[in-house]
């Protein structure tokens, strides 16, 4: 009788890293499916709140973090610059149609960096996670 050869998953690197980076790849398309639908649906204005500043504060915060890996902190602050747009023309009381443009340029802003933060996940995993045959 013939064996069948196995697969087993190896991973180089700790379990909870990898499930860390296992999420944010999953947050990561979320949030990019979800700003692609506000986009080709034409819902781009959505008013400015504490989350919103959070997030600007974070994103750059993140983007600190991530000394070494120029795709992520790219994509951060993308994220940030385009939240602190939106943040200034809601706060500068702006009108109505840059408040628009600003809301159009955080969400495009947004999906780019929810795309750039997904290849870099990918990449890591790529790069982690391995499927060898068994015999």
């Not at 819902?43 to 994103?59: I, Q």
Request: proline share 1%; hydrophobic share 55%.
């Amino acid at each position: 009788m013939e064996e069948q050869s196995k697969r087993e998953v190896v991973i180089n690197s700790d379990w909870i890293t990898t499930l860390g980076v296992a999420l944010i790849l999953m947050f990561s398309f979320l949030c990019a499916a979800s700003d692609f639908r506000h986009i080709t649906r034409g819902k781009f204005a959505a008013p400015v709140s504490f989350g919103t500043l959070f997030l600007a504060v974070y994103a750059f915060v993140l983007a600190y973090w991530s000394v070494g890996r120029r795709l992520l902190r790219g994509g951060f602050i993308l994220l940030g610059v385009g939240e602190s747009i939106r943040i200034g023309a809601f706060y500068l009381h702006a009108s109505d149609h840059v408040q628009y443009l600003a809301a159009v340029n955080a969400l495009v802003l947004g999906m780019i960096t929810w795309t750039t933060i997904f290849i870099y996940a990918v990449q890591w995993l790529r790069g982690v996670v391995q499927i060898r045959n068994r015999q």
